[in-house]
Structure formats: structure tokens, C-alpha cells
């Protein structure tokens, strides 16, 4: 509450939010309600003696409906002109304000209301009102994934920015977004944190095939909000434009991505418990992406086109180990178009390679690719998970480097499948993963570790596309499994 001796001016700096984006300040819409309520515009009006009408009714007037405007002035040095503003019909809905000329404003939302400004005013004092006007009009975003453009002026309600990593089209901060300027974002992100993820100025993409990345990602993210009832695929808060720069916002993953996961979980216990939770988050991205691939996609052929561990994210949601998310859909293919998108990430390399690509993406065929190609990844990361789930993440990176090839000449990406004179087969080294797993006590008959396994090596890892099961069949396999698990 403000002290009846002080003033609104002094006052204010006190309660300033920072626009991390911007680099300036706002006036947050919770500390305007402290700062300017009925009992300070009443002081600061009768410390101005310039009221000649009773102070009291006119106070619960601007607390009502021109707080923001009272706050302006305050800060322009001209309070007692809020007489003059309300009579000429401004209220907070007109703000910003336009400047027409050296004594006339406007609103910004009725073109014929305008306000001459009083012979006191000087150039400056218009200028200054202008300035400090955006400082009150800070956004307030909600949840449900609409976009929005903003003046260059507008102040932006996202502070601690701390880059977390880029590509050659984007820049993906982490950032939290002011609580009274939200609404919903607690539910996924109870933290009020937020993947803040900057495009960089258009470019083109690979091949000759140009276009708008931010566009595209923001045209698939629409069609994915529609996936409303599937918890394990992640939506976006929304996007929004300010001059050139163009913004989408993301809740934060506070437990990092998968291949985090299995780093920072590996001392944990290979219980009952933890089987079961790692088969439901199986089950769960596979719905997931049989959502992705016919509720939304029956039409349009559309697949994510690069599942791997480091576009699967961990929520830490409620109790328990939390939830495994597909993110990432700014290089979903639709139709036939072939592009990549690989965060930089310093401490992962493996982030940045294709290993999780299906076999027909070396294919010289031109025809468009099947979204049976995410069901291959799929299989790429199961297995790993099972390689995590009977032994650790040290022999997830020595599997790894085992796929690797050894001549100097050839890619180092540690590929699923080999290319053997010309004929593309499932990697050896996987193969004897696989059967080596199968050996393991863990993996007896009957058991859902073995079931696992047949199904990735029967069903998933297939060079022949039509070998592969579709996203339904991968669900109903999986959800035989996990009802296997689970105990009576």
C-alpha cells in the first residue's frame, strides 16, 4: 500500500517490472492496482489543490476506468490534467495514445476522439507522455495459442532471458513471464517458466525450396492445438510479432530432454515402478504421434519428421516422475518437404546428428516420405530406452560410438541402419544389441522387457517401410505391454 506521504511519482520506480527483451521497464498490471487505488489519486489530487470538483468521487472514477492515464500524467508531471482527459472522454482503453501534431492527441481506438492538449504543455511534456505511456500497457498472454503483433514501443512481460540454444533459424531462450500477465501458463508450466524461442530474419531452407520458417511452425502448431485431450505432445502458449522480431512461446521443460533423463535418473533403481512409468511414457508418445499422424494429419500426410531423445521432453508435473512430451514441430514435413532443423547443444553432440533418421532418407527416390518414417525413430529410441532400462547411459553412448563408421572418409553419424555395397540393411550393431539384451535375465520369456525388444526388432527398426507397424498398431502393442507390467 502506498504511504498517504508520499508521492505517486516516488513511488512508482519502486514497483517497475523488467522487460527482458527489450531492456527497458513497465509498470506490472497487479502493482499498478497497489500503486494506484482511490486513496493515492485522492492525495496526490489534493496535493496539487487543482481539483475543483470533489476529489473523492473523482478518485473512484480513475481508479475504475483510467488508472493507467492518471499514472501517465503523473509521471509527465501534469496529474491534475486527468480533469481534462476524462472530460474529453479518454479512458485506459484509448491508450497509446497517438501524437497527430505538436498539441493534438489521439486515441488508438477511436480516430475522431482527440484531445487538445492544454497551453502548459510544452513539445517536451507530449513527448514524455507518449514515452511513458507504453510503461502501462504491458500485455497479458493467455494459453490458448493465439498470435499477436505488437507495437515496437510495447513493453514485454518476460524477464531472466537466458539462452539455452540456437540454430541457423532460431534462439531459444529460457524466461519467465511475469504472473500477472498470464493466464493458464501455471497449469503446464507451475513455475511461470517458459521456452521463449526467437526466429532469426528469413532465410532459406535447405535445397532450393525457400520459405518462412516462422510461418510454417506457427501453421503446424495451429493444427496440433487441436490434439487438446493428448498429454504428450506440446503445445505452444502462443506467438506473438514486435516490428522484424517474431516470437513463440513454449512451457519449460524443468527436467530437460530425455537424453537429460537418462543421465541425470542413472543411479536411480531399475525398480518395478520405474519400468512401468518408462513403458507408459513409450505408450504415451506413441499416442502421441498416432494423434499427430490421423487426427491431424489423415489429409495433409503429416509427420514430425525428427524424433530423437533431444526433441522429447520432460515435464516434472504434479507427483511422481512427471511426463515425456514430443516437441519440436517447426521441421514437421508435410507433404514432401525435406528440411532439418539441429539445435546447437554444447554439452551433447548427439543432439546435432541424424542418427534417428529412417533408411529411406538416403533413398534417391523422389517421392514423398511416409509418416511411417517417425516410426523408425520411434524404434531408435525405445531401443535406447531399453538399453537404459537394463543397463545405464554409459552403454547407450558406447552403442553409439559401436555405430559409428571407422573410415575417415564417411559421415559420423552413428546410423541405425548400413549401408552395405549399395544395399541398405538394419546396422549389424544393432542387431547384436538386440540379441545381446535378449540374453540378459531381465529379458525372459513372457517378460515386458522381451516383449519390448521383439517389438522394435519385428516391428519397428524395418528397413522396408510397409515391414513397419503404423502409429495405432505401435499404441495397441504397446498397450498390451504396459498392462503386462503392471501389477495385478
Avoid at 520458417?213 to 495451429?222: I, M
Avoid at 505408450?283 to 526433441?311: C, M, S, T, W, Y
Avoid at 527416390?365 to 520411434?378: G, M, P, T, V
Amino acid at each position: 500500500m502506498t504511504s498517504p506521504s508520499s508521492t505517486l511519482y516516488s513511488q512508482c520506480p519502486k514497483l517497475y517490472a523488467s522487460d527482458g527483451v527489450n531492456h527497458r521497464k513497465y509498470v506490472p498490471v497487479d502493482s499498478m492496482r497497489e500503486l494506484v487505488n482511490k486513496e493515492s489519486i485522492s492525495s496526490e489530487l489534493k496535493r496539487k489543490k487543482k481539483i475543483p470538483w470533489g476529489v473523492s468521487k473523482c478518485a473512484a472514477q480513475i481508479e475504475e476506468k483510467s488508472s493507467k492515464l492518471f499514472l501517465t500524467l503523473v509521471l509527465s508531471g501534469k496529474a491534475p490534467d486527468i480533469r481534462r482527459l476524462r472530460k474529453a472522454g479518454f479512458t485506459d482503453n484509448d491508450l497509446p495514445l497517438i501524437k497527430l501534431d505538436d498539441t493534438t492527441l489521439q486515441s488508438s481506438s477511436e480516430e475522431k476522439k482527440l484531445f487538445e492538449t492544454p497551453k502548459g504543455w510544452k513539445e517536451q511534456t507530449i513527448d514524455t507522455f507518449i514515452e511513458k505511456q507504453w510503461m502501462m500497457i504491458a500485455p497479458i498472454f493467455n494459453s490458448n495459442g493465439e498470435h499477436r503483433d505488437f507495437d515496437t514501443n510495447i513493453c514485454l512481460p518476460f524477464d531472466n532471458l537466458d539462452e539455452k540454444g540456437h540454430s541457423n533459424t532460431s534462439i531459444v531462450f529460457k524466461a519467465n513471464i511475469h504472473k500477472a500477465h498470464q493466464i493458464g501458463f501455471e497449469n503446464d508450466s507451475p513455475s511461470l517458466s517458459v521456452a521463449l524461442k526467437e526466429f532469426r530474419l528469413q532465410g532459406n531452407y535447405s535445397g532450393n525450396h525457400s520459405g518462412n520458417y516462422f510461418e510454417d511452425e506457427r501453421e503446424n502448431l495451429v493444427m496440433i492445438r487441436g490434439l487438446a485431450n493428448n498429454e504428450h505432445i506440446t503445445k505452444s502458449f502462443g506467438s506473438f510479432c514486435q516490428g522484424n522480431r517474431k516470437f513463440m512461446i513454449f512451457p519449460w521443460a524443468d527436467g530437460g530432454d530425455l537424453d537429460n533423463f537418462w543421465q541425470e535418473k542413472d543411479a536411480d533403481k531399475r525398480s518395478p515402478e520405474l519400468l512401468v512409468w518408462s513403458l507408459e511414457q513409450m505408450l504415451g508418445l506413441a499416442e502421441g504421434l498416432q494423434a499427430l499422424h490421423h487426427r491431424v494429419g489423415e489429409k495433409i500426410n503429416l509427420r514430425h519428421g525428427d524424433l530423437k531423445p533431444g526433441n522429447i521432453l520432460h515435464f516434472l508435473t504434479g507427483e511422481g516422475r512427471g511426463i515425456l512430451k514430443i516437441t519440436d514441430f517447426g521441421i514437421s514435413k508435410i507433404h514432401n518437404v525435406n528440411t532439418f532443423e539441429r539445435m546447437d547443444n554444447p554439452t551433447n553432440t548427439r543432439a546435432t546428428s541424424p542418427s534417428y533418421e529412417a533408411p529411406e532418407a538416403v533413398s534417391k527416390e523422389k517421392k514423398a516420405r511416409s509418416r511411417k518414417y517417425d516410426i523408425w525413430s520411434l524404434g531408435c529410441i525405445y531401443l535406447e530406452f531399453a538399453i537404459w532400462l537394463i543397463h545405464d547411459w554409459k552403454s547407450i553412448q558406447d552403442f553409439n560410438e559401436e555405430r559409428k563408421p571407422k573410415a575417415y572418409y564417411t559421415s559420423n553419424f552413428a546410423h541405425f541402419y548400413h549401408d552395405s555395397n549399395g544395399q541398405v540393411e538394419v546396422h549389424p550393431k544393432v542387431n547384436e544389441k538386440i540379441k545381446s539384451l535378449k540374453s540378459n535375465p531381465q529379458c525372459g520369456e513372457n517378460s515386458p522387457l522381451k516383449d519390448l525388444l521383439d517389438l522394435i526388432d519385428a516391428h519397428l527398426l524395418r528397413v522396408e517401410v510397409d515391414d513397419r507397424l503404423d502409429a495405432e498398431g505401435l499404441r495397441r502393442r504397446l498397450a498390451d505391454i504396459v498392462k503386462k507390467a503392471k501389477p495385478e
